[in-house]
């Protein structure tokens, strides 16, 4: 029977996986949710929605829910206990360390999956009730080095456009980028573009998305910065400058020229594997194009000199003045449902509202709004995920508490994070299902509830505020992360702190003060409802933008040319191309790239897997994209099973041939827990961001030993 025929009312929510954040309506009956359509007014999705978005509500009602807190006992088993015993273990864990070894050593990992009034409290709690210093988030994984692009570049972490743009474009640029899986609700607003744009891709993989497009620039993997530099090279050359925008808006434009002279097109599109004429072509629409758009995610994201790869796309977009008008920009497209939430409110590598640890004027204005003693805001700088990892190898760590992420599967070098879990005094994880990699390895589990079963808001990736609702009851006793921070706040002995973060709407408020006069300000929003009313709201939303906007209006920023730089310019920033640093060689002769490997899966699939219909819609076995010459050269089939090994581990994966993947590399999607077996440990010097996309691995048939 349809759901809509069993509601009596319904509502609409945010989605509550990725950063497009579509609105999806819900089918209430008796309070609960009984079925979900995609919503048609929302101005997102447009009722559109992908399978992951229409299993929402199955996911929630699994079997392996964590249902009950759990303590690990003296025989290793996990004992279900009240949560005033759990939330005993958790305080008398983490005070014992901090007393013997300092605040240094215990830390949180946090998550870009919660609402952001959830991380607004858990990073208040952690580093202004609890003391802690260090605390990052698994954001570090999938957007670090946008944040850090943006903010060198722009002055501030503020990516600039709006969905809109995918219709409005002539010519949309993709570097790194399957929006066709990845966000495939951004890729049908590209369908829906009526301009007949030029479509570009550069990924060293043919991805949907590459074979959709007009160009496909298929690079050897690791030469999209040395690329990039080529064709702003020869959009010098060829005159394609917006000189009074770069005049008047930006500064660097000199060093950017000598730079990239060094970069003739002729010597590097034979060293990255392209042709020359069809990187000119591609040289010629970026150039010609009225209204051009660069996209980068994961691709350019997730390597070790991703940050300068997403400036030189900025500098692009700068140069050509292709950014603040409608179809333009240098545009990162985030991962998870809240990553922007994360980037502004998890208060772990930036002060609340995306201040500086390190400011005592920032320090100052947060201690006034929430009304604390300075000296409970910590002036130093938090560790980022590896070094707090590397913090436990040193024996300085001791104690973790991981919220609503799953780094037993996701982190690079899976074996090596598994080891630096379990050497662990003290873990503490925080999550929807007990079946969590990560759960293995804790000592104390505090069951959460999930998507649809609490409230509070989303930032998406065109930084619109979304609103999130209860409409089921979270099984057994699981209970909100909200809840779940109230509880540990008042067992610590600080719940006075706390007493005005009674709800997620009085955290909003609260954040709503946090952001004024900021760019991020949006402290004119009415609150949840005016969210609601009007489809999301896009940050900025000041007091003034109410006054001369509507909220429905999709808008843009930079439209009056003015950075957030003190002098308003924007940074052309260039750097120096570093080594590769794992080439294949004689005993590991393939790259392995890796990525998301279908639409219907999500990360490391604890919520996806949850569905029989997105299970069916996907291999539950792990496999490995090899190309037929390879496959031949190896006597390999279709099907056949294959081991992969690199200097990390080994993983066994089922054999897909196919011209996806060049000769000399293969593919692993990041579903499955055996690819970061193999995976090299190394990060981006500025955002550090780990390079999941590159190392060396060898392959052999799975009966050759
Ligand atoms: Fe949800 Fe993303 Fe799918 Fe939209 S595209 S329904 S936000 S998972």
């Not at 013997?100 to 952001?116: D, L, M």
């Not at 990255?272 to 010629?284: H, K, T, W, Y």
């Not at 004027?361 to 070094?387: F, T």
């Not at 390895?441 to 619109?464: C, M, Q, Y």
């Amino acid at each position: 029977t349809p759901a809509s025929l069993l509601a009596d009312t319904t509502t609409t929510a945010t989605c509550g996986y990725c950063a497009t954040g579509c609105g999806l309506r819900l089918h209430i009956r008796d309070g609960e949710a009984v079925g979900l359509t995609p919503e048609t007014d929302y101005p997102v999705n447009l009722g559109m929605a992908c399978p992951k978005g229409w299993e929402a509500l199955r996911v929630l009602d699994s079997d392996e829910r964590a249902t009950a807190p759990m303590i690990r006992d003296t025989n290793g088993d996990f004992v279900k206990v009240s949560w005033d015993e759990a939330f005993r273990r958790f305080c008398e864990g983490f005070k014992q360390i901090q007393a013997e070894h300092g605040n240094e050593s215990v830390a949180f990992v946090s998550t870009g999956q919660i609402p952001s009034e959830e991380m607004t409290f858990l990073g208040a709690l952690a580093k202004f009730g609890m003391n802690l210093l260090h605390g990052d988030g698994n954001t570090r994984q999938c957007m670090a080095t946008a944040v850090t692009a943006y903010k060198e570049s722009f002055g501030f972490d503020a990516p600039p456009y709006t969905y809109d743009d995918f219709e409005q474009s002539d010519c949309l640029v993709f570097v790194g980028s399957n929006p066709c899986i990845g966000h495939p609700i951004m890729w049908e607003r590209v369908l829906r573009n009526k301009n007949n744009p030029d479509i570009i891709v550069l990924d060293p993989r043919r991805t949907e998305t590459a074979m959709a497009a007009s160009e496909h620039v298929q690079l050897r993997p690791k030469y999209d910065l040395q690329l990039l530099y080529a064709i702003t090279n020869e959009l010098i050359k060829q005159g394609y400058v917006d000189e009074a925008f770069v005049n008047a808006h930006t500064k660097g434009f000199e060093e950017l020229r000598n730079h990239v002279a060094n970069f003739p097109i002729d010597d590097v599109a034979p060293q990255a594997g392209v042709d020359s004429v069809q990187l000119r072509r591609v040289v010629e629409k970026i150039g010609r194009g009225k209204a051009v758009s660069l996209w980068w995610t994961m691709g350019v994201n997730q390597s070790y000199e991703g940050t300068r790869t997403a400036q030189a796309m900025i500098n692009i977009a700068l140069m050509t003045g292709n950014i603040g008008r409608p179809g333009t920009g240098a545009n990162s497209i985030t991962g998870q449902c809240n990553a922007m939430g994360s980037r502004l409110w998890s208060n772990t590598t930036n002060l609340l509202g995306h201040r500086s640890f390190t400011n005592d004027d920032h320090r100052r204005e947060v201690a006034e709004i929430l009304d604390i003693d300075i000296d409970r805001i910590p002036n130093q700088n938090s560790l980022a995920y590896d070094q707090i990892l590397d913090g436990i190898r040193a024996g300085k760590i001791r104690g973790l508490w991981v919220i609503a992420t799953n780094p037993a599967h996701s982190w690079i070098d899976q074996k090596g994070a598994r080891e630096l879990l379990d050497q662990l005094d003290f873990l503490v994880v925080q999550d929807m299902y007990d079946s969590a990699d990560t759960v293995k390895h804790a000592d104390l589990v505090l069951p959460a509830a999930g998507w649809g079963e609490k409230e509070g808001t989303f930032i998406n990736s065109e930084r619109r505020y979304g609103l999130l609702k209860k409409v089921c009851k979270a099984p057994g006793e699981a209970l909100a992360d909200f809840q779940i921070f109230r509880g540990i706040a008042h067992y610590w002995g600080v719940g006075e702190m706390f007493a005005e973060w009674t709800d997620p709407e009085a955290v909003f408020r609260i954040m709503q003060r946090l952001s004024a006069g900021r760019p991020c300000d949006v402290s004119g929003i009415d609150g949840y409802e005016q969210i609601d009313a009007c489809g999301g709201i896009q940050w900025p939303w000041s007091s003034e933008d109410n006054n001369g906007f509507e909220p429905e209006q999709q808008r843009r920023l930079f439209g009056d040319g003015v950075f957030f730089y003190e002098d308003g310019k924007a940074r052309l920033i260039v750097d120096a191309i570093t080594p590769v640093p794992e080439p294949p060689c004689d005993d590991y002769p393939f790259w392995l790239l890796t990525g998301r490997g279908t639409v219907s899966q999500w990360h490391t699939q604890t919520r996806t897997n949850k569905s029989p219909v997105l299970r069916q819609l996907y291999p539950n076995e792990a496999y490995i994209e090899i190309n037929p010459a390879n496959a031949a050269s190896m006597n390999v089939s279709n099907g056949d099973p294959l081991v992969i090994r690199s200097r990390r581990g080994k993983a066994t994966a089922t054999a897909f041939v196919t011209p996806t993947v060049a000769s000399g590399q293969v593919f692993m999607p990041m579903h499955y827990t055996e690819t970061n077996h193999l995976t090299l440990s190394h990060f981006d010097p500025y955002s550090r961001q780990p390079s999941y996309k590159d190392c060396a691995v060898s392959i052999e048939p799975a009966s050759a030993r």
